[in-house]
């Protein structure tokens, strides 16, 4: 042994001989979080990434005999101990950790590793590992305090700590906060009223009761939920076009609504397409797993992203039911938690197998997609549906040979956008131009192209709309090299659509084309019909991200072909071209292919019989336009042919190691669970020690402002130790035998003792627990970004409480997005400006300004920790942002008209609106001297007051005195930036 090292060991053995035990160290609580801190990036669980042999994340590892004799831990024996002696080693190359890694131990922990090594080194597996057992309800020293479980060890940990809990808080500021935990939304006067005329718990219970019934509680739990979902209205990244989710948004809030038990919650959510004959319900929920960012960017490598995306899909889920950082373990094994980088593909694999781009659509949704109505869409198809089925049996009435199929020869000119009949040659030289009459028709629009033609060469150009250069933008029909080839080109190379026939179409000879495009903007979406029959294509490209509308003349036998000057003109004959504003159907194409169509008109029928086909035709037109006016939803579902999973060599998309196939984390389970739905339902298993204890303490956090585990995040080696692990195990057991009652957990919270305490910290507590992690009193914190300003639309009475629906956008700065990316904010008005802010459109790489100045989620990833901040752009924010000055306005017009004719009634009215009690009278004064104060002012400026009241768009009652009403609004104003008002006491 060096010399240096047994000087340590003699020093270590002089100053620890004789010292009093403490109490017994405990390996997950004391000893676990210095070695992760501090030993584990070196020696834990990638040791071998780094080649060093000693580990110290496991029992027989850090035991085990070294070199020499020697023992990194030497059970019972902190002299013997390398550990021990290596951290105190006064030689500076030999202490560790190394001081490149950070300071040297303090004497504290020190003293933790030599009286736990001491003890024994007794080793426990990571407490968040093992499974949930509901600990025996202890004896607290306030057993009448008590109202539920919760308080019995609540108070039991007081008193350990010499604490006592707070006295119960007012009736007023309870309910208050009550309604803003489980609503958002302040109480109204006549529910306080409600509330105080009640006595004793039944009040208080049905409160909550009605509360945990309300929509108004669905849409706080979603708007939570959104954030660990990564929710977003945009796609990401440098376009950050347009996506439609809201219908999964509706799903979540529905869910919420009924109190769908969690475990079920879960399954549908990472695996509902794969349930039992899923329902559109359940393969909406999927969407939870599509939320992420989508690149559509030209350029990128799609495999790339594929890549990226499975990647967030565990990660997400890692952080959302497990509280881990599996993501960590992307690129090498964990290097703190007991998780490979095997294991982590293993996962990956369970994500990555569906039939998806890695190049997404810069606007709208990309595939895999479903139609998803709403139930107002459902009552129109019905209504249209009844009304078709009627028209169905008068058009077979009066055309019983028909069977409901309506005669090609009248349908083909119904929505034909040009019809041009050249009858004459095209020698190579010249085309005919069609005008620019017809609309210009783009990626998200039907359409047909048809031509006749005979071709005397075997390259040119059939009917073009696209600019006259070598690479057009537009789309065209051209035979190239005796093919026909069909481009939808914004970019000719990597924003295009090309398909061509497999074969040639013969020369010297006269055909039928038939091109149709169902805006699905994927080249599956084109089929070709050679001479009324549909033929097999070739997909040259598959990348069209942007529209193709070009302003040019329609062009017939011209307009320039793929590559080639030279091929910028036909040469044979057209004697027909047209272009249909719909996919036109088999049976119509094949009509119009025949050379010998009857050309039969419409006119010449009987009326009743054109009556009857109009009609029918234009119900079947309105089904049709009705359908593909349906929301879409991203959602998951399983490639045909799964694709291989492989480990990606430090994470790198083109280094595929290993091949792996679905399987758990060993550490949590070595149970099989081949598919994704497997995977769901371990999830929410007893098999599972994480899923509910991370729920738990997340709802803990979003009542109390800090979960039981601070570390919400992350319940491994890094995060934190429980501040109540008794407590924690108990929710988790109870959640689990409530059948995952997510309303009933909440309820247990709510209705604790420990909840209802006053908020009040005496210059003690603070200095004791100043994060009141103990819960020596009840929680206080500033209230989430949506709250601050639904409250204040509530308050003013301008809140719009419908439920669902898609995205809206209220007041911002005028330019911003301009200013950021060069798009316009398209500002909604009327009632869209007052939705609650779960609906206000989030765009990722510019979010609300006003959210994220009271700390919302950016939404590019997933975030489940709750972050509060004070800084002076909240309060510029509530003080000038339109939205709350238009709320101060209106809740200065209820104070007039609602609140009665005394001065001092009207203001303590809008106080009470605000802040669910009536103001003392120190407060009520200094209200009075404020609006004496406005008073004078806005009754000796006239135009002061009137652009006042000119914020915000909705109108203000004329009747009210202009210098009035602006002094109300301002103190108004004063009243909605309080600190107790955006506060939750």
């Known amino acids: 042994m060096p010399r240096c090292l047994t000087v340590a060991l003699s020093v270590l053995a002089l100053s620890t001989a004789g010292k009093p035990l403490a109490a017994q160290v405990r390996f997950n609580r004391d000893v676990r979080p210095i070695l992760s801190d501090r030993c584990f990036a070196c020696h834990g669980p990638d040791a071998k990434n780094k080649n060093i042999p000693l580990r110290l994340d496991s029992f027989d590892a850090a035991t085990a005999v070294l070199g ?3 023992r990194a831990i030497a059970p019972g024996d902190p002299v013997a101990s390398q550990l021990i002696a290596r951290v105190v080693s006064p030689v500076k190359g030999l202490r560790m950790p190394p001081a490149a890694s950070g300071p040297p131990l303090t004497p504290a922990e020190v003293e933790t590793l030599r009286q736990w090594v001491e003890q024994g080194a007794q ?4 407490w968040a590992y093992l499974p949930p057992e509901r600990p025996a309800r202890p004896q607290s020293p306030w057993p009448l305090r008590e109202r539920n479980a919760i308080d019995a060890f609540v108070f039991t940990r007081l008193e350990k700590a010499g604490l006592s809990p707070s006295p119960e808080a007012s009736r007023e500021r309870l309910l208050r906060r009550l309604s803003l935990d489980l609503t958002g939304l302040p109480p109204t006067p006549a529910e306080l009223d409600a509330f105080l005329a009640g006595s004793g718990e039944d009040a208080y219970t049905r409160a909550v009761d009605r509360m945990l019934d309300s929509p108004a509680h669905a849409e706080v739990l979603t708007a939570r939920w959104l954030d660990a979902a990564r929710y977003a209205d945009t796609n990401g990244y440098q376009t950050d076009g347009e996506r439609s989710m809201w219908r999964w948004r509706d799903w979540v809030i529905g869910a919420f609504q009924r109190n769908m038990p969690f475990d079920e919650f879960t399954i549908e959510q990472l695996a509902g397409d794969q349930l039992p004959h899923p329902t559109p319900s359940q393969r909406i929920a999927t969407g939870f797993q599509r939320n992420h960012r989508g690149n559509g960017e030209g350029g990128i490598v799609p495999e790339e992203y594929l890549a990226e995306y499975a990647a967030d899909r565990v990660e997400t889920m890692a952080t959302v039911w497990l509280g881990s950082t599996i993501g960590c373990a992307r690129c090498h094994d964990h290097k703190y938690d007991p998780f490979t980088q095997k294991e982590f593909y293993q996962l990956f694999s369970y994500f990555s197998n569906i039939p998806e781009r890695g190049r997404y659509f810069k606007f709208g949704n990309t595939p895999p997609l479903m139609p998803a109505p709403t139930p107002g869409d459902e009552a129109k198809l019905a209504a249209v549906d009844s009304k078709l089925e009627a028209a169905e049996r008068e058009w077979a009435r009066l055309q019983p040979s028909a069977s409901g199929v309506l005669p090609p020869a009248w349908t ?40 006749r033609f ?35 080109s914004s970019r000719w190379l990597d924003d295009a659509l090309h398909v061509e026939t497999a074969a040639p179409v013969s020369l010297h000879q006269p055909h039928h084309v038939a091109v149709s495009y169902d805006a699905s903007r994927v080249a599956a979406g084109i089929l070709i019909y050679i001479d009324g029959e549909q033929v097999p294509v070739k997909i040259l490209v598959d990348e069209l991200n942007q529209e193709f509308r070009a302003k040019e003349p329609i062009r017939i036998g011209g307009g320039g072909g793929p590559g080639d000057p030279s091929r910028e003109f036909f040469k044979g004959a057209i004697g027909e071209a047209s272009l249909h504003g719909r996919v036109l159907d088999s049976a119509e194409i094949a009509w119009l292919a025949s050379p010998g169509r009857s050309a ?21 037109q309105e089904r049709a336009r009705l359908i593909r006016g349906f929301p879409t939803v991203m959602v998951m579902e399983d490639n045909p042919v799964p694709p291989r999973a492989h480990v990606l060599l430090r994470g790198a998309y083109d280094k595929p ?15 099989p669970a081949a598919t994704r739905l497997a995977l769901a339902r371990w999830m929410v298993s007893r098999q599972n020690p994480l899923t509910a204890r991370v729920i738990v303490n997340r709802y803990w956090q979003m009542i109390f402002g800090t979960g039981l585990v601070k570390t919400v995040e992350d319940l491994g080696s890094q995060g934190e130790w429980p501040s109540h692990p008794e407590l924690l195990d108990w929710l988790a057991v109870e959640f689990m035998d409530s059948g995952w009652n997510v309303r009933q957990l909440l309820k247990t919270i709510v209705t604790s003792a420990t909840y209802r305490q006053s908020s009040r910290a005496t210059p003690e507590l603070i200095k004791r627990d100043p994060e009141n992690r103990l819960l020596a009193r009840g929680p206080r914190g500033r209230l989430s970004a949506e709250t601050v300003r639904d409250q204040a639309l509530a308050i003013a009475g301008l809140l719009d409480r419908r439920v669902g629906g898609p995205s809206v956008k209220p007041y911002q700065p005028e330019g911003l997005w301009k ?15 007052y939705r609650r802010s779960l609906y206000t459109y989030w765009r990722r790489t510019a979010p609300p300004p006003s959210m994220m100045n009271f700390d919302a989620s950016g939404r590019e990833v997933c975030l489940v920790r709750a972050s509060r901040t004070n800084t002076p752009l909240q309060a510029l924010n509530l003080m000038n942002d339109v939205q709350f000055l238009e709320a101060g306005r209106f809740l200065a017009q209820r104070m007039m008209r609602e609140g009665g004719t005394e001065t001092a009634a009207r203001l303590r009215y809008g106080f009470r609106l605000a802040t669910a009690r009536f103001p003392n009278e120190k407060e009520l004064g200094i ?9 004078d002012r806005y009754a000796s400026d006239a135009g002061a007051a009137a652009k006042l009241l000119a914020q915000g768009e909705a109108a203000r009652d004329a009747s009210l005195p202009v210098a009035d009403h602006a002094a109300y609004m301002a103190v108004a104003s004063m009243i909605l930036n309080l600190d107790e008002v955006v506060t939750k006491e």
Not at 415 to 440: I, M, Q, V, Y
Not at 467 to 484: C, I, R
Not at 821 to 833: A, I, K, N, R, V
């Open 123 to 126: 080793w426990e597996k990571h």
């Open 657 to 671: 190691g290993d091949e792996v196939t679905p399987a758990l984390p060993a550490s949590l389970d070595t149970g």
């Open 412 to 451: 083909t000119t119904r929505d034909r956008l040009l019809h041009a009949t050249p009858r004459e040659s095209f020698d190579g030289t010249r085309f005919l131009d069609a005008g620019s009459e017809p609309p210009l028709l783009g990626y998200f629009d039907r359409f047909t192209i048809t031509a």
């Open 454 to 488: 005979t071709a005397e060469a075997p390259d040119g150009p059939l009917i073009t709309r696209a600019k006259l250069e070598q690479e057009p933008t537009g789309w065209g029909v051209v035979l190239h090299k005796g093919k026909l080839r069909v481009y939808f």
């Open 600 to 620: 039969v008109s419409l006119d010449a029928a009987a009326p009743e019989l054109r009556r009857a086909f109009s009609h029918l035709f234009d119900l079947r």
């Open 819 to 833: 200013e950021l990316s060069g798009m316009e904010y398209d500002q909604d008005h009327g009632s869209s400006l």
């Open 68 to 70: 020499g004799g020697r």
């Open 927 to 935: 209200l009075m001297g404020a609006l004496a104060h406005h008073r």
